[in-house]
């Protein structure tokens, strides 16, 4: 039996660095997301038990350093009791991958939704993302769509995660400039966790964040564009400070992601709704109200360096689909 997934990668607004526990993958702080909708990441698993052991190919091709992390998820499955043989996982990915656009995020989020397919485990949504987060501490957000928060438990344990505001009810769009196709040199958990052992600004970033949660939520619930992309833009700027602030220092951006970020700002002075977000990585995310996307692409799209523009909507979280 072949089972296929998709899901789509999330872009956080008021961002995750840093892990409370590492070995759970639980973050320090938590998180809110948008899940976008053209981006997409296409997950086929196949059980085999005459396999010598669990293999994963990605975009075609075997994929040898993240197949450990592929057999962590399907062994989360079997210690909770499925019946998960050795399984074949082939995934494609529409985007670049490994280059700050959440595929992991994606990519683990299609493939819990698969297993639980494929072994007719029936866990609930909110069991899936908590499997998924601890393959990718993003993934837990792109098992649901629209503005999803991802909250850190009262008992410091566990994650909830769960969507605060359907897609349809405030369908913002999203205008990413690629200024770099290949992947980043530090990845996002060495860097984390560089981070906190260097880092002289990392206490005051896990302080702060309840206040940003909190602001960026009632921005969501009164669609709020203003208030929301204040508390994004900042959120996304103190969480490159803390890491520009490590030892040595995590340069996630390059020349033509600082020129972005001054043309979306100039943009949104001269009255176009639209505010900046970058994850660790070079990309920039431009979100904005609908009307106004032509107007961002051309504006980026002649800065120099802006190597690709992709268009994305809101989304819906992973789900099954037809192989």
Same mark, same amino acid.
């Given at each position: ?10 872009? $956080? ?14 973050? +320090? ?57 050795? $399984? ?8 670049? /991958? ?20 494929? +072994? ?40 909830? /995660? ?32 560089? /981070?906190?052992? /260097? ?19 009632? $921005? ?25 602030? +490590? ?70 979280? +992973? ?5």
């Amino acid at each position: 039996m072949r089972t296929t997934a998709v899901a789509h990668p999330n872009i $956080a607004l008021v961002k995750y660095w840093g892990k409370a526990d590492p070995k759970r993958n639980i973050p +320090a702080v938590g998180s809110i997301s948008i899940t976008l909708d053209t981006l997409t990441t296409t997950t086929s698993l196949e059980f085999d038990p005459d396999l010598d052991g669990d293999r994963f190919s990605l975009n075609g091709k075997s994929d040898s350093p993240s197949l450990h992390r592929v057999k962590h998820c399907l062994a989360l499955f079997r210690r909770r009791g499925a019946e998960v043989p050795h $399984a074949k996982v082939d995934s494609t990915n529409n985007f670049p /991958t490994a280059a700050g656009l959440a595929s992991s995020a994606s990519g683990f989020a299609a493939l819990v939704v698969a297993v639980n397919q494929a +072994a007719g485990s029936n866990m609930a949504r909110s069991e899936l993302a908590g499997l998924a987060r601890e393959c990718s501490g993003s993934a837990a957000r792109s098992l649901f769509g629209g503005y999803v928060e991802l909250e850190l438990a009262e008992d410091g344990e566990r994650t909830e /995660t769960r969507t605060i505001l359907q897609a349809d009810q405030w369908p913002l769009e999203v205008v990413i400039a690629v200024t770099d196709v290949g992947p980043k040199a530090v990845g996002s958990t060495e860097g984390m966790a560089l /981070t906190e052992r /260097t880092s002289p600004y990392y206490r005051s970033w896990v302080e702060t964040s309840t206040t940003d949660l909190a602001e960026a939520r009632a $921005a969501i619930a009164a669609l709020d564009f203003e208030r929301l992309a204040e508390v994004s833009e900042q959120s996304c700027l103190k969480m490159h400070a803390v890491a520009l602030a +490590a030892r040595p220092g995590l340069l996630y951006w390059n020349g033509t992601t600082i020129d972005c970020l001054h043309q979306i700002r100039e943009l949104r002075g001269r009255g176009t709704p639209v505010f900046f977000t970058v994850d660790a990585g070079p990309q920039v995310k431009a979100i904005c109200e609908p009307g106004v996307t032509d107007r961002v692409r051309h504006a980026l799209g002649q800065i120099p360096g802006v190597v690709e523009l992709l268009s994305c909507g809101l989304g819906e979280g +992973a789900a099954v689909v037809d192989p």
